[in-house]
T-cell receptor
Framework: EAQVTQNPRYLITVTGKKLTVTCSQNMNHEYMSWYRQDPGLGLRQIYYSMNVEVTDKGDVPEGYKVSRKEKRNFPLILESPSPNQTSLYFC????????????FGPGTRLTVT | SQQGEEDPQALSIQEGENATMNCSYKTSINNLQWYRQNSGRGLVHLIL?????REKHSGRLRVTLDTSKKSSSLLITASRAADTASYFCATDAWTTDSWGKLQFGAGTQVVVTP
């Protein structure tokens, strides 16, 4: 089944404790991205990647890191999480940027206390 | 920055009625997409309309695009309780700042009551 998976689905952590949210897709998609969703703000893009080893900042990259060492994986790293990073996070993938539908993962609900 | 803005923010209708929501955007676009999100879940792609298209249909969905007004509408006909969800428009804009980014609006929350 074609899908985007994320882990963990739920995470409660404390300020400053490094964490990684994994994202994997099995559709051989070139393009992957991370979004955060906050009430009233819709989805905002954090980082995106057009291909392996090619990543770029989205609209809200501060406090996040990403890497794209393999085509299928695009982990999101929070080196020192803060309470303002409490949010619902989505990973998405598509064949390319812009002109293609994006496939979304199920989401990761992160709470930073 | 948010490119698309949906209107209304919330919509409550009865089964069988039509639901219409609008999306306005600020800069020229390559295409506009509509997505649905059931409560707290991942978004699901509904339809993509390109800047040179004016109308597109998919099942009970009808999307229009007016590039002169920088707006799009999504019509769901004969709504069902299962259509209860949030609906988002997303734009792929033709600006250097937006290259590679699909920008989403804040969404319209639709509730369909039996």
């Amino acid at each position: 089944e074609a899908q985007v998976t994320q882990n963990p689905r739920y995470l409660i952590t404390v300020t400053g404790k490094k964490l990684t949210v994994t994202c994997s897709q099995n559709m051989n998609h070139e393009y992957m991205s991370w979004y955060r969703q906050d009430p009233g703000l819709g989805l905002r893009q954090i980082y995106y990647s057009m291909n392996v080893e090619v990543t770029d900042k989205g609209d809200v990259p501060e406090g996040y890191k990403v890497s794209r060492k393999e085509k299928r994986n695009f982990p999101l790293i929070l080196e020192s999480p803060s309470p303002n990073q409490t949010s619902l996070y989505f990973c998405a993938s598509s064949l390319g940027q812009g002109d293609y539908e994006q496939y979304f993962g199920p989401g990761t609900r992160l709470t930073v206390t | 920055s948010q490119q698309g803005e949906e209107d209304p923010q919330a919509l409550s209708i009865q089964e069988g009625e039509n639901a219409t929501m609008n999306c306005s955007y600020k800069t020229s676009i390559n295409n506009l997409q509509w997505y649905r999100q059931n409560s707290g879940r991942g978004l699901v792609h509904l339809i993509l309309i390109r800047s040179n298209e004016r109308e597109k249909h998919s099942g009970r969905l009808r999307v229009t695009l007016d590039t002169s007004k920088k707006s799009s509408s999504l019509l769901i006909t004969a709504s069902r309780a299962a259509d209860t969800a949030s609906y988002f428009c997303a734009t792929d804009a033709w600006t250097t700042d937006s290259w590679g980014k699909l920008q989403f609006g804040a969404g319209t929350q639709v509730v369909v009551t039996p």
